[in-house]
């Protein structure tokens, strides 16, 4: 693991910044646009993600750093669940649904493996 000075360099910060950015493409299309609440919602918690992991990272411990760490990773399970509900409303394509869910299990797997790291599990 090359060395962490600032949050943008942490592995699953940057993944989280693409899904974001993704997600808010996604939303940006109709019919999904039409539906402010399941757009807020999604993209907010895409943005806690993100949010979550630098928050932590000023953290005065890795213990807090690790709380904050679990929150983003709650924060990508939450889009993965509103995932199924854009999919299931039809505001988006199986295909679509498919290639974000796999960029929320990669990030959720980054944030893992540094959650072990620093509790040195690893």
């Known amino acids: 693991m090359s060395k962490i000075e600032k949050f943008e360099d942490i592995k699953a910060w940057q993944k989280a910044r ?18 402010f609440g399941l757009c807020k919602q999604i993209q907010n918690a895409s943005v806690s993600i993100m949010a979550n992991i630098a ?31 854009s999919l299931d409303q039809t505001y988006i394509k199986k295909e679509a649904f498919e290639k974000l869910y796999k960029e929320i299990e990669e990030i959720k797997s980054l944030i893992a493996g540094f959650i072990r790291y620093l509790r040195g599990e690893n």
């Open 18 to 35: 693409e899904l974001v950015k993704d997600i808010y493409n996604t939303t940006k299309e109709n019919p999904f646009s039409k539906d």
């Open 55 to 85: 928050e932590g990272f000023d953290s005065q411990s890795d213990d807090e750093f690790v709380r904050f760490l679990r929150y983003g990773l709650r924060s990508a399970t939450e889009v993965q669940s509103h995932l199924y509900v």
